[in-house]
């Protein structure tokens, strides 16, 4: 019996699954490494909604939360040749790629959130989306990713002395291989599928990330000691294929776009909320937070960083237009 009901249900949800697809047109697979309930996740549930509404069911995007399709580096390539349509990514992995999002992503760029913002929400945001038509994809919008700060198995880190010969993942760019080397630690890029068991063995001491990414990765459980350095607020962002984005009307691609914009407020406040459940969490979780950490000391380290990937005129001058954005 219980069987039976089992089948039925599959069967009816199979069936509505069916209904559904078949009222969209046109199917946007959309990529993201987080589980379902993410901020991010929550917000492209959003803009699919939007869309679907906007153009009476035709246009709907199917969301493979949780790495289903790839860890960020793989997902990129495969939405550059048009496999996966959609994806929700930060814009550290896209660092080696396209030089231009190596800026937002430099260590203590941003004095703030709202500082990264105003940045974002701007020309100099707009440059950044442009740019990635030259790499096979449409930045249709910025996410938030919160600061990312240090977290490790090992003991906490109150100085960069501290943090001398440990060995912390990184997200795979080289810039932040050198982040950490000019702290007087070691680097391993990897994918963020492999954190939790490499920390759990020993092959890396730590990592670095935001409250809410800590949080439901479960690094928390296996690196309890976070120092709240905050040397990165990297956005996050949405980027289509092109492949995907030229099969369209003028005008779908205009509600694709608006869709995606109006996504980022509601993106914004479900992570203004999750940050705060995801701190109190963790605390009352048992990890051990620095906050009363001197940053001076870290923002000062970075001039090599700066010196080395900040090299063109075109990079120096978004780099000083960004430093006098209010
Ligand atoms: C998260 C970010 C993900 C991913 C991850 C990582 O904060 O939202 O897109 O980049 O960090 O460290 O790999």
Redo the contacts with the bound molecule.
């Keep these: 019996m219980t069987l039976f009901k089992t089948t039925l249900a599959g069967l009816l949800a199979t069936a509505a699954m069916a209904t559904a697809a078949t009222a969209c047109e046109v199917t946007f697979r959309s990529s993201?490494?987080?589980p379902d309930g993410?901020p991010?996740v929550e917000a492209v549930k959003a803009m699919g909604a939007e869309l679907e509404a906007k153009t009476d069911g035709r246009l709907c995007i199917e969301i493979f939360a949780s790495a289903q399709l790839g860890?960020?580096k793989d997902t990129i390539e495969q939405t550059q040749f048009g496999v996966i349509d959609m994806n929700?990514?930060?814009l550290?992995?896209f660092n080696n790629i396209i030089p231009e999002t190596q800026i937002p992503s430099l260590p203590y760029i941003f004095r703030s959130t709202e500082h990264m913002h105003h940045v974002m929400d701007g020309p100099i945001g707009q440059e950044i989306l442009d740019a990635f038509a030259a790499h096979d994809l449409i930045g249709l919008a910025f996410y938030d990713?919160?600061s990312?700060s240090f977290y490790n198995s090992e003991h906490p880190i109150n100085s960069i002395a501290d943090m001398a010969g440990m060995k912390f993942?990184?997200?795979?760019s080289d810039m932040f291989v050198d982040m950490v080397a000019a702290l007087g630690a070691n680097a391993t890029p990897m994918?963020?599928g492999e954190?939790y068991s490499s920390i759990q063995t020993g092959v890396i001491d730590g990592?670095?990330?935001?409250w809410?990414?800590y949080d439901t990765?479960g690094h928390f459980e296996v690196a309890k000691y976070y120092t709240l350095d905050q040397h990165l607020i990297?956005p996050?962002v949405l980027v289509m294929s092109k492949i995907t984005w030229d099969k369209l009307s003028p005008e779908d691609q205009e509600i694709v776009r608006q869709a995606a914009r109006d996504s980022v407020p509601v993106m914004r406040d479900l992570w203004a909320a999750q940050e705060k459940v995801s701190e109190a969490k963790l605390e009352a979780a048992g990890v051990q937070v620095v906050t009363d950490i001197d940053k001076t000391p870290f923002i000062e380290a970075m001039v090599p960083v700066y010196q080395k990937y900040v090299t063109t005129p075109e990079l120096q001058d978004m780099v000083a237009r960004i430093q006098a954005t209010e």
Excluded: I
């Design positions: 993201d490494t987080h993410y991010t860890e960020e929700r990514v930060s550290g992995p990713g919160g990312r993942r990184v997200m795979q994918p963020y954190v990592a670095e990330n935001n809410p990414s990765s990297v996050e």
